[in-house]
């Protein structure tokens, strides 16, 4: 196993010390006998090589909550354990069923199904997860027949809907993340070199929300024990959460990312390096009627067959990536997909004729992590989206455009936090949840893409704002936007709830006026005082930011 230089290690831990970091929470995984559990039996001496470089560490046990509790309730209880600490942010470790643990709290998913909360501020900066079965594992049934054990299985639906509860997918709330993922598995899980005895790469990849941030390791999914016993794993395969040497990849890594260097970069392999996930990925699929009930699913064939779950849910691992045609046979008829599957990770889809929602995006630019905000002009792309009507929480959504694969409208005022938007026409209906934040501010640029020349004016002479009309220090410039969120009445103005901030060329830019454009719904427009001191370029960063949202960053001429 290849291991690390420990004074380089040490050099980095030690230079990473000198600025204070939240604390490390970690998280164990499903434990099939909770007499006895404490941090290393899961972890080892993880918690020792953290200390060392000055930052606190704490664990978040599953065993403290008895009776084997869903874990859509134990996200609750994380939710819970956050809210009692001291630190307004955290970093995370978590371990197997632990990383589903976090994202069902990220999610705010409840046990009742189609039911999500949400946090409005997650308080996590970044997290590790180490083994986690996103997609579920094919030999979950090893775990236990518990409330943890079913859920934790490959196809069903609560893998399913952790993975759709935002516009059909989970972009992990765009916290920076980091998986580990084992290969050593005897492949009696799945195939040999593709699972770490529990878990098979596809499922463990997060590369379907943080591309370039999975990495794979020569370890198994737990130490010496059951898995070896069953002969998931070789004897005395080490374990990928067990903490032994700093210099050991597992722990390097871990070290590296939640300490900020660029070590964990080159440990392990990348996807595009594997032979398994620069082919192929997994899929996992659900039937839906015109009207938008979920169907029973007899049969399901793309290049290969998928398995069947509770003849409710399709997957499969080892699928080829490129063009697939996925065929779904239900008692209603067959329904036919055409889709184009990445290769490194599983992809969630749900198949269905009639009107189908793929995305609710600001019309201004593409913003991630996924989410818009009252009062925002957002483009609905989707297909059969012909003459349809938008319901946003029950409310209509005031439509601008509508046609066959796109429908432009403005968020209603009154929404927020996770909404149902619903497109209705006379093919049918589709509902998919999207977020709803106080503000994000998405601003337009001049080539319509989010990127390049703002679409802004001098605010003296209203000229539009280029490099043969550029502005000069301590000029006002009118940026337009859209995603400020609610406004309130000054006079014949509507001003933003939220008041932004703006940077332009890395100096704030003092705003005198933030609300609505007078005359236009839903366009938003900014006002402010360049900086004294704002370095002449051709192309000043310009940055908008708003109760915890920053925009796109398109650019100003500033002579």
């Not at 236009?520 to 908008?544: E, H, M, R, S, Y």
Request: glycine fraction near 10%.
């Amino acid at each position: 196993m290849k291991r690390y230089s420990p004074i380089l290690l040490l050099f980095a831990l030690a230079a990473s010390a000198q600025t204070a970091k939240p604390p490390v929470v970690f998280l164990n995984g499903y434990q099939a006998n909770c007499s006895g559990s404490q941090f290393s039996n899961t972890f080892g001496k993880f918690d020792q090589f953290f200390q060392a470089t000055g930052r606190t560490t704490l664990f978040f046990d599953n065993c403290a909550y008895g009776g084997k509790p869903t874990i859509e309730e134990l996200g609750n209880d994380f939710r819970d354990y956050l809210a009692g600490l001291k630190y307004p942010q955290v970093d995370i470790v978590a371990h197997s069923m632990g990383g589903l643990i976090v994202r069902s709290y990220l999610a705010g998913k409840q046990p009742a199904a189609d039911v999500y909360l949400p946090p409005a501020n997650p308080g996590i900066r970044k997290i590790v997860f180490l083994a986690t079965p996103n997609f579920g594992s094919p030999i979950a049934i090893l775990f236990g027949v518990d409330n943890q054990g079913r859920e934790l299985g490959s196809g069903g639906s609560f893998v399913f809907d952790l993975n759709t509860w935002n516009q059909g997918t989970d972009d992990l709330r765009g916290i920076d993340s980091l998986a580990l993922v084992g290969n050593v598995g005897t492949g009696q899980a799945v195939t040999p070199g593709f699972d770490d005895g529990v878990v098979g790469l596809t499922s463990a990849s997060i590369d379907f929300a943080e591309p370039g941030h999975t990495r794979i390791i020569p370890y198994c999914h737990t130490g010496p024990g059951l898995v070896s016993i069953a002969g998931l794993c070789p004897p005395n395969a080490p374990g990928i959460a067990i903490g032994v040497n700093a210099a050991d990849a597992n722990v390097a890594a871990t070290l590296s990312f939640l300490n900020d260097t660029s070590d964990w970069m080159s440990i392990g392999q990348a996807p595009e390096q594997n032979p398994f996930l620069s082919t192929g990925g997994g899929l996992i699929a659900r039937a839906k009627s015109t009207d938008d009930q979920y169907l029973a699913i007899q049969s399901a064939k793309a290049s290969k067959s998928l398995n069947i779950q509770n003849n409710a849910i399709a997957w499969t691992d080892l699928l080829p990536a490129g063009s697939q045609d996925l065929m779904i046979t239900t008692p209603s008829g067959t329904l036919d997909a055409k889709f184009v599957l990445q290769p490194g990770y599983t992809t969630a889809l749900t198949v269905k004729s009639g009107p189908f929602i793929t995305r609710v995006l600001p019309t201004a630019a593409a913003l991630s992590p996924l989410a818009v905000a009252p009062g925002m002009i957002v483009a609905i792309y989707g297909s059969g989206l012909d003459g349809v009507q938008v319901l946003a929480g029950g409310t209509p959504v005031k439509l601008l455009y509508v046609s066959a694969t796109q429908a432009n409208g403005i968020v209603p005022d009154s929404v927020k936090g996770l909404t149902k938007f619903t497109a209705t026409n006379g093919t049918g209906m589709h509902t998919v949840n999207v977020l709803v934040q106080p503000a994000v501010p998405a601003v337009y640029t001049q080539n319509q893409a989010g990127t390049g020349p703002a679409a802004a004016l001098n605010a003296l002479n209203n000229v539009l704002v280029t490099s043969t009309t550029p502005l000069h220090a301590s000029d006002y410039v009118s940026l337009y936007l859209t995603g400020l969120g609610t406004v309130h009445t000054v006079g014949s103005l509507q001003v933003a709830d939220a008041q932004p901030s703006v940077s332009v060329g890395g100096k704030p830019c003092r705003v005198t006026y933030a609300g609505r454009a007078p005359g236009f719904d839903g366009l938003d427009q900014i006002n402010c005082q360049l900086a004294a001191d704002v370095a002449p370029t051709t192309a000043a960063q310009v940055a908008v930011s708003s109760t915890g949202r920053t925009s796109n960053v398109p650019t100003l001429a500033i002579q």
